[in-house]
């Protein structure tokens, strides 16, 4: 699924008009898209009070569509509150009113009780108030009306957990799920800004393609999970299929994954050398190596110095070992030489896991980088800082290297801040990726691939199940993994990195806690995410 700026969605939509269908049948297709999903959703019967929040434009027009459906297929209770009056001659407004819908305008609110009341009693609140071109911050009526939403939501929920107990109808009441139409009502789809009354959607249905912001935060704080209804605009669309940035989902992971012939044997599954480990990091080279032979790698070779490789070898029975000189128990220089020597016939190399940042260890990744014909490599944590010490560092690197930073070291590597990096993602990824002639895998929320030739992809998750030690050497390992296995190196980390997450959410129900995920869990929840994707 692709994601698109808010001019290129315009650009797409004109040219739909232009080809397929007007812009009123593409509303028509988005309310009905949106209805439909959240009646699949929602228990809905003839008590549930369903409020529309309408803005004045496309958005609202949207809403309104999906008004008229719900009262077509539902019986529920369904009230409409104008943040503007729509003109007299609107005929998605039109058919609201024929349908004989209650219809509120703020300009006639006064104090905005009428609100108050709407939200304080809804189960569901649609949020169809602005759409992709908002512009920060918000001013005049509509941030009023929003901080005013997110008043009554506050004080319902309060209400519900202090009278739960005592009364039936209490129990019964909770926090209405909102659904937001594109976006959620504050936020900016281009660059992920977000006005302080936003209001914080349960679910979040964007039409055609996806929008960058809805995966930058603070943005997707607000977005709750996130629908892609194309509204029947296939991506072969050509305004469409000219976009080349997209959203990673389960049919095109399952696309890219590596075969697996039943007739295949170690070799025919890839051979990876992983190189990494320190006195201080012993347990990331396990995690790494572990879960390079989880993504189905045939042979995967741990090189790290002889007293690390005794320590995990009591903990992993399935690596090889090449022991490496050291100093003070950190690889050093002369271990580059070892390693271009007995990688001959492997297929990957994995650098930087644990590898600690000792002079020595500096020096022994420099002369590494200086082989000829070195392997494809897959470079993380500690060798990326190395790197950004050495002056035009992407031109030792073979071309189709991948590298995997979080935000602080892309921040080292590109100089500069990592608030730098966390605010120009997307902008940022796609530079730097062009300029160094290297896969970027920027590791976060929303992971950002981003290829050489232009293409990027994001990945649909997020959870802070992932934020704790080790889970990025569990990313290594897989997009290492699927390196050795013949994968190209945009397809290996996009599809590493959707594994990765997809492991950390089912880690989250196995364990029970996003709080409570370890590394090792997420390790141990690969093989549940291979299967989830390869089920047919």
């Not at 305004?239 to 890219?256: F, G, M, N, P, T």
């Not at 790197?387 to 500069?416: C, F, N, Q, V, Y």
């Not at 290996?492 to 090792?520: E, K, N």
Request: with cysteine.
């Amino acid at each position: 699924m692709k994601v698109v700026s808010v001019e290129e969605m315009r650009q797409i939509e004109a040219a739909v008009d232009a080809t397929l269908f007007s812009y009123d049948q593409m509303m028509q297709k988005a309310g009905g898209s949106a209805g439909r999903h959240l009646r699949r959703r929602i228990d809905i019967d003839d008590g549930t009070r369903v409020t529309f929040l309408i803005g004045k434009g496309n958005n609202g027009g949207d809403g309104l569509v999906m008004a008229v459906d719900m009262a077509r297929h539902t019986s529920a209770q369904i009230r409409i509150y104008l943040l503007q009056p729509r003109p007299e001659n609107d005929e998605v407004f039109l058919r609201a009113l024929e349908a004989g819908l209650f219809v509120a305008k703020a300009s006639d609110d006064h104090d905005f009780r009428l609100l108050k009341s709407l939200i304080r009693s809804a189960d569901v609140i649609v949020d169809a108030l602005f759409g992709i071109g908002l512009r920060l911050p918000l001013r005049g009526v509509a941030g009023k009306v929003l901080r005013t939403v997110n008043l009554m939501i506050d004080r319902s929920a309060s209400s519900v957990a202090a009278g739960a107990q005592s009364s039936a109808e209490h129990a019964k009441r909770r926090r209405p799920f909102v659904f937001a139409l594109d976006c959620p009502s504050g936020v900016d789809c281009n660059t992920g800004g977000a006005d302080i009354h936003t209001l914080v959607a349960d679910e979040t249905i964007t039409f055609i393609a996806a929008k960058p912001g809805l995966f930058t935060f603070p943005a997707a704080s607000y977005v709750g999970d996130l629908i892609i209804s194309p509204i029947g605009i296939p991506e072969s669309f050509p305004a469409l299929k000219a976009i080349s940035k997209s959203v990673l989902l389960e049919d095109r992971a399952r696309s890219i994954l590596p075969p697996r012939p039943l007739d295949g044997h170690k070799g025919s599954f890839g051979k990876l050398m992983v190189v990494a480990g320190s006195p201080n990091y012993i347990g990331a080279l396990a995690l790494a190596a572990e879960s390079a032979y989880r993504s189905g790698a045939g042979l995967v070779t741990v090189a790290t110095t002889g007293d690390l490789a005794r320590a995990v070898a009591s903990r992993l029975r399935e690596p090889t070992y090449l022991a490496l000189p050291d100093t003070d128990g950190a690889i050093n220089e002369a271990a580059a030489d070892l390693i271009v020597e007995h990688s001959r016939g492997y297929d990957a190399l994995l650098l930087g896991c644990g590898l600690g940042r000792h002079p020595s260890t500096k020096a022994f990744v420099q002369k590494l980088l200086e082989a000829r014909d070195l392997l494809p490599l897959v470079i993380d944590a500690d060798a990326l800082n190395i790197l950004s010490e050495i002056p035009d560092w992407w031109e030792k690197l073979p071309a189709t290297t991948i590298i995997t930073p979080h935000a602080g070291e892309m921040a080292r590597l590109s100089k500069s801040s990592t608030t730098e990096v966390n605010a120009n993602r997307w902008e940022l990824a796609a530079r730097a990726s062009a300029d160094w002639n290297l896969v970027v895998a920027l590791k976060g929320a929303h992971s950002l691939i981003a290829d050489p030739t232009g293409k990027m992809s994001v990945n649909p998750f997020k959870t802070d199940a992932l934020a704790t030690a080790g889970t990025g050497d569990v990313l290594a390992g897989v997009i290492a993994g699927l390196r050795a296995q013949g994968a190209a190196p945009y397809d290996s980390a996009r599809l590493g990195a959707y594994v990765h997450a997809l492991a950390g959410t089912i880690a989250v129900d196995r364990v029970g806690s996003s709080r409570s995920v370890i590394a090792g869990d997420v390790l141990e929840a690969l093989g549940w995410a291979f299967n989830q994707i390869e089920a047919t």
